[in-house]
C-alpha cells in the first residue's frame, strides 16, 4: 500500500489555511470549510492509498475548492490566500486526472 503524501499535505494546507484564516481574521467560516475541504481531502487520500483509481472524493474536493478559492481571487486580485489554493487545487485536480490515466 502506497501512502499518498501528496495528498495529505494537499489536506493538511487546507485545514492550516482555514485556521489561519480564523486566527487572523476571527473567520469562523474560513474554519469550517477548511475542516470540511481538509477532512474530504484527507479522506480521499486515504483512498487513493488504498486503490489509486479511486479519486472521486479527492477531485470533488478540490475541484469545487479550486472553483470557489479561484471566483474570490477574480473578485479580489489578491494572491494570498485566494490565488495559492485555487492554484493548489488546480494542480491537484491535474494530478488526479493524471492518476486515472495512467
Known amino acids: 500500500m502506497a501512502v499518498d503524501w501528496i495528498g495529505f499535505s494537499y489536506a493538511a494546507a487546507i485545514v492550516f489555511g482555514g485556521f489561519m484564516g ?3 481574521k476571527g473567520s469562523v467560516m474560513s474554519l469550517m470549510a477548511g475542516l470540511v475541504f481538509g477532512g474530504l481531502s484527507a479522506y480521499g487520500a486515504f483512498n487513493i492509498s488504498l486503490d489509486t483509481k479511486d479519486i472521486k472524493i479527492s477531485l470533488l474536493a478540490s475541484g469545487v475548492l479550486s ?3 479561484g471566483m ?5 486580485g489578491k494572491l494570498m490566500p485566494a490565488g495559492i489554493m485555487a492554484g493548489l487545487s488546480l494542480l491537484m ?4 486526472l493524471l ?4
Not at 474570490?72 to 479580489?76: G, P, T
Request: hydrophobic share 55%; charged share 30%.
Open 22 to 24: 480564523y486566527k487572523r
Open 67 to 69: 472553483v470557489i478559492m
Open 72 to 76: 474570490r481571487y477574480k473578485k479580489s
Open 93 to 96: 485536480v491535474f494530478r488526479l
Open 99 to 102: 492518476l486515472i490515466i495512467a
